[in-house]
C-alpha cells in the first residue's frame, strides 16, 4: 500500500536570496567608495585651501559679493636693503643743504629798521658782533645788510659795511647829549657808543651818529 502513495513533489532550488546578497553587497560596496571618494575630495580641497593660506587672504563681501585679495608683504631683500641704506646717506648729504636753506630763509624773514644807510669801513679792533652792537643792531640784521660779506672775513680798512641809522644830527646851540637822545628816543649811552665818546661832551656844530631804536 505504501507503494500506491503519491511520491511529494521535489523541491526547486530557489536563487533568490543569493542573488539579493549579491545585489546589497554591490550597493554597500558602491556607497563605501562614494564616501571614500568624496572625503578624499574634500582632504584635497582643504589642503589646497591651507597652501594658498600664506600667499594671500581671501575677504568676501556680502552675500558672496566680489571677494577682496590682500596680498601678503613683500619679503624686503638684501637689495632693498642697499637700496635704503643709499637713500638714508642720500638724505644725511642733503640736510646740510636743507639747513642753509633755512638759514638764508631765516636771514631773508630778518626786518630792515627804517632809517639812513651809512658805509662804516672796518677799524682795528673791530669784529663784526661789535659793529653790530656799536650801531645798536642785531647781528643778523647786520648780516642781511651785508650778505655778501661773511663775519670771519672782515678785513681792517678795507672791508666796507652798510649800517642802518636814524639820522645825523648836527649839533646846535644847547644841544647836550641827554637833550639829543631825548629828542631821537634813544639812550644817551646808545649815542655815546655810535660816536665812540667816552665823555658825555658834544662841541657845537658836530655830527652825531643816532642809531636806531
Not at 642785531?138 to 680798512?157: E, H, R
Not at 648836527?170 to 641827554?178: K, M
Amino acid at each position: 500500500m505504501e507503494e500506491n502513495r503519491n511520491p511529494r513533489p521535489v523541491e526547486e532550488t530557489s536563487n533568490l536570496p543569493t542573488i539579493t546578497l549579491f545585489v546589497l553587497f554591490a550597493m554597500l560596496a558602491t556607497l563605501l567608495f562614494v564616501g571614500w571618494k568624496t572625503v578624499k575630495d574634500d582632504g584635497a580641497k582643504e589642503e589646497e585651501l591651507v597652501s594658498k593660506r600664506p600667499n594671500s587672504i581671501a575677504m568676501s563681501g556680502q552675500n558672496g559679493a566680489d571677494a577682496v585679495v590682500i596680498p601678503p608683504p613683500i619679503e624686503e631683500t638684501g637689495e632693498d636693503n642697499i637700496a635704503k641704506d643709499l637713500k638714508k646717506k642720500e638724505e644725511k648729504k642733503s640736510e646740510p643743504k636743507k639747513l642753509e636753506s633755512e638759514k638764508k630763509t631765516e636771514e631773508k624773514k630778518v626786518e630792515i629798521p627804517k632809517g639812513e644807510t651809512i658805509s662804516h669801513t672796518v677799524q682795528t679792533g673791530e669784529t663784526f658782533f661789535g659793529i653790530a652792537n656799536r650801531y645798536h643792531l642785531s647781528k643778523s640784521t647786520l648780516q642781511a645788510l651785508n650778505p655778501g660779506i661773511s663775519p670771519d672775513g672782515i678785513k681792517v680798512g678795507v672791508t666796507k659795511l652798510d649800517v642802518k641809522i636814524q639820522a645825523i644830527h648836527t649839533v646846535g646851540p644847547g644841544d647836550i647829549l641827554r637833550v639829543v637822545a631825548k629828542k631821537y628816543g634813544v639812550s644817551k649811552q646808545a649815542i655815546m657808543d655810535a660816536n665812540k665818546k667816552t665823555k658825555d661832551l658834544a662841541e657845537r656844530g658836530e655830527k652825531l651818529i643816532i642809531p636806531v631804536e
